[in-house]
Each structure stands twice: as structure tokens, then as C-alpha cells.
């Protein structure tokens, strides 16, 4: 196996800060994507990093199209960041293709694999304006190359319907099937259920994680940021429990607090409470 590019203990995190690095699709519209995985890093307060996939041309009504990245250049920007600054937790999104599946599998890998660099794939497959992010014959190969690869992995319903090939199966049931595809954990988010509640599933307990919801709200990049978060707390040390229990309540935050003026169709999520900040940028009550 490859060298693991994690910064030595010696060195610790930078400033004490941890890092933490998505792998995952550009959006135009600064809604979703590696846009929205940067703001929530920077809420959780760690330091973001990117290798992009693919790029989009991408607003808050639709995706007008989609250019992918180099599997190699894929590779050389995870590499890129590794060697210099260290990767203290992965996130995974849109991939695209089997090619930039494959791709991104073997730099886990030159990582040191999840038990070394906890690994959050958000298992992209549709937009929020409803545009297909992944291609139909990928499907099988982020289920035997990614899911062994990750430690948590944090589908919507169906996206976990679609992964574990079981159109009519109840959540309970899908954390199950999921799981024994290889993730460690698996958390089925409850943004497309009839109750807004996440299920969390380890192999030994399963825990619902409650949450409001917020009709007629902004709530694009909502899943992004959900999993960033998820993985910026596992990054801090926090049990993937924990973790999942921090994600749900800050994305549902993020939700709430949605951009509804940004652009005609659904706004981007407000994990940084700008609806909250006067003129100035300043805080208001």
C-alpha cells in the first residue's frame, strides 16, 4: 500500500487546528458542492481543503451542465495538499463517473484507508433541482469501491434505496443492508422521510437522531453540508455518534436559516448565519 500522508504526531495539526478535505464537484452557484463544504469547515473551525472532481455550470434552478476533472489531476490535487499539509478527515461527494470513482478509491487508499483518515461519503446521485450528478453505471462502482472505503456514509433515502438496490425497504431495514456493504456507519438522513429524522446505524446499536423541519425554507446544499459537518467533528476527535448528532442539529440550523432571496429557485442553506449579520458583517441579535 502507499505511504499515508498524515501529518506526524510529532507535528500535530497546524496551529491546532485540524484539516480536513473534501473531494467533491464545484457548484457555480456557491449553493452545494465543495462551496458548501468549505463554508460548513469553516463554521466548525477547521480548515478546509478541495480536490474538485467535476466542474458545473450550476445555479439555484438547475445544473446547465457538467465538465469532470482528470482522474489524475484528481488524484495530483489530493496528493498536492497531502504531502504539505496533512489530511486530518475526507469528505466525499458528487464523483460522476466510474473513472473518477476508481480515481478517488485509489488516493483513499495512499491516505491510509479510514482507519487511519476518517472517510464521510455523502453519496451524491441527484441535484436539488433534480439533474442527475451520477452517472447510471457508476452506481455499482461506488458500491464496491467506496462504501468498504468509508468510515460513515450519509445517504438520503434514495440515494440508500438506490445503493442497496431495494426500492420498497424501510429505513431500518436500509441501514442494515447498507452497512453490511462495508461502511463502518451508516446514517440515512431524514430529509426526504414523512419525519425529518436521521437513522444511525454501527453494527451494535440504532439511534435516531429527531429534528424539525422547516417547510418552504432553503435548504440547497443541505446534504452537503451535513456531511462536512459530520466530518469536520469526527476530524475534532468526536465519536461518529457524536458527530452525527452535531451534523443533524447545525445542518437543520442551516435549513432554517436558508438564503430564500438567493436566486429563483431553492436557496442555498446559511450555515454561517449571514441572514443574522448586518451591513457591516457584524452579528445582530
Known amino acids: 500500500m ?21 473531494i467533491a464537484g ?15 469547515f469553516a463554521a466548525c473551525g477547521v480548515h478546509g481543503m478541495t480536490a474538485i472532481t467535476a466542474i458545473t455550470a450550476q445555479s439555484t434552478v438547475g445544473v446547465a451542465g457538467v465538465q469532470p476533472v482528470a482522474p489524475e489531476m484528481i488524484v495530483a490535487q489530493v496528493r498536492a495538499v497531502a504531502h504539505d499539509i496533512g489530511v486530518d478527515a475526507v469528505k ?17 487508499d495512499e491516505l491510509g484507508g479510514r482507519d487511519t483518515v476518517p472517510i464521510v461519503l455523502d453519496p451524491v446521485m441527484v441535484s436539488e433541482s433534480g439533474s442527475r450528478l451520477l452517472a447510471q453505471d457508476a452506481l455499482g462502482a461506488m458500491v464496491d469501491l467506496l462504501l468498504p472505503r468509508a468510515l460513515v ?35 440515512v438522513t431524514g430529509g426526504h ?23 418552504n ?32 442539529r447545525r445542518a437543520s ?3 432554517r436559516d436558508g438564503l430564500q432571496g438567493v ?16 451591513p457591516a458583517g457584524i452579528q445582530v441579535p
Open 153 to 187: 456514509i450519509t445517504p438520503n433515502l434514495p440515494e440508500a434505496r438506490a445503493l442497496a438496490d431495494a426500492q420498497d425497504a424501510d429505513p431500518e431495514a436500509l441501514v442494515r443492508s447498507l452497512r453490511s456493504l462495508g461502511p463502518e456507519v451508516v446514517v
Open 92 to 108: 466525499v461527494g458528487m464523483l460522476g463517473d466510474v473513472a473518477t470513482i476508481e480515481a478517488v478509491s485509489r488516493v483513499l
Open 217 to 248: 425554507t432553503a435548504a440547497h446544499g443541505s446534504g452537503c453540508t451535513h456531511s462536512s459537518i459530520l466530518a469536520a467533528r469526527l476530524a475534532w476527535g468526536d465519536t461518529p455518534l457524536d458527530a452525527a448528532r452535531e451534523a443533524k
Open 193 to 215: 422521510r414523512e419525519v425529518a429524522t436521521d437513522l444511525f446505524f454501527d453494527g451494535s446499536q440504532t439511534v435516531e437522531i429527531p429534528g424539525e423541519r422547516f417547510p
Open 253 to 255: 440550523m442551516a435549513v
Open 26 to 40: 464545484s457548484d457555480s452557484g456557491g449553493g452545494a458542492g465543495v462551496q458548501a463544504d468549505l463554508k460548513a
Open 2 to 22: 502507499a505511504p499515508a500522508y498524515q501529518r506526524s504526531a510529532a507535528a500535530g495539526m497546524s496551529a491546532g487546528i485540524p484539516c480536513v478535505l473534501s
Open 263 to 278: 436566486g429563483e429557485g431553492p436557496g442555498p442553506v446559511d450555515v454561517l448565519g449571514l441572514s443574522r449579520r448586518g
